[in-house]
């Protein structure tokens, strides 16, 4: 059985094909074939249908067992295919860094966990829960923090962030989180973004965001719905 890793064949368009039909009308059989290279004839019909790389190893058997000479560039052959893994990995490695960020920031672990943790919430193997905040009256406090939201926060359905300059905001990024721990009774996740000189302080919880958008706030674009300052305050 041809293991995943190991090297192949990248034929031009049709090339595999030609070397698989070469065999069968050198006296193969599909069955035989699929016999010598230890592997299902559905793999075989795979290989000659081109959905599949070749390995190389098994390129070599049948040239042996049935006196077929070899690629004159089965090394060019084989570096394709190098090639064309690496491209592969490549839009991977991208692909992944656009949905998860790059795991070796805070950042990037904070973003992958987020996404991860999503995607197992809607294929329910994990619950959705609710972090124990504190849930106070309408007080100065609590005015001041809802002015903080509308200038420089926003809600999402699942988050509460506040942005500030990682420079010139720095100490107020210490009274924000003082304020939000005496409220709420947590303390806010702080990361400083590397995209741009900001940091955010980001609260998480199905009943705090309740408690917020009954108290006057909404979620989404606060321009768009221009939400303004709640009546109470």
């Known amino acids: 059985m041809p293991k995943l890793n190991e090297p192949r064949l990248m034929f031009p368009q049709g090339g595999q094909r030609l070397f698989i039909e070469k065999l069968l009308q050198n006296d193969a059989t599909t069955v035989t074939l699929s016999n010598i290279a230890n592997v299902s004839t559905r793999t075989l019909?795979?290989?000659?249908?081109?959905?599949?790389?070749?390995?190389?190893?098994?390129?070599?058997?049948?040239?042996?067992?049935?006196k077929v000479k070899l690629?004159?560039?089965i090394s060019k052959l084989r570096e394709n295919w190098k090639l064309m893994?690496?491209?592969?990995?490549t839009r991977g490695a991208i692909a992944r860094y656009k949905i998860y960020g790059n795991f070796s920031?805070?950042?990037?672990?904070?973003?992958?966990?987020?996404?991860?943790?999503?995607i197992l919430r809607k294929r329910g193997v994990a619950a959705w829960c609710s972090k124990d905040y504190l849930y106070p009256k309408k007080s100065v406090g609590l005015a001041e923090f809802v002015g903080i939201l509308l200038g420089d926060g926003g809600i999402t359905k699942e988050q509460v962030t506040i942005t500030l300059n990682t420079n010139a905001d720095?100490?107020?990024?210490?009274?924000?989180?003082?304020?939000?721990n005496t409220l709420f009774g947590q303390k806010p996740t702080i990361s400083d973004r590397k995209d741009c000189m900001a940091t955010n302080l980001r609260y998480s919880g199905i009943k705090l965001i309740e408690f917020l958008l009954k108290i006057g706030l909404k979620c989404g674009d606060?321009?768009?719905?221009?939400?303004?300052?709640?009546?109470?305050?």
């Open 105 to 118: 920031t805070p950042e990037g672990r904070r973003k992958g966990g987020h996404n991860a943790l999503q």
């Open 71 to 73: 690629p004159d560039n």
């Open 170 to 180: 720095r100490e107020y990024v210490h009274f924000v989180s003082k304020l939000g």
């Open 45 to 66: 019909r795979d290989w000659r249908a081109e959905k599949y790389h070749i390995p190389v190893r098994v390129v070599k058997t049948f040239c042996k067992k049935y």
């Open 85 to 89: 893994r690496k491209e592969i990995s």
């Open 222 to 233: 606060k321009v768009r719905q221009q939400v303004d300052v709640p009546n109470w305050i």
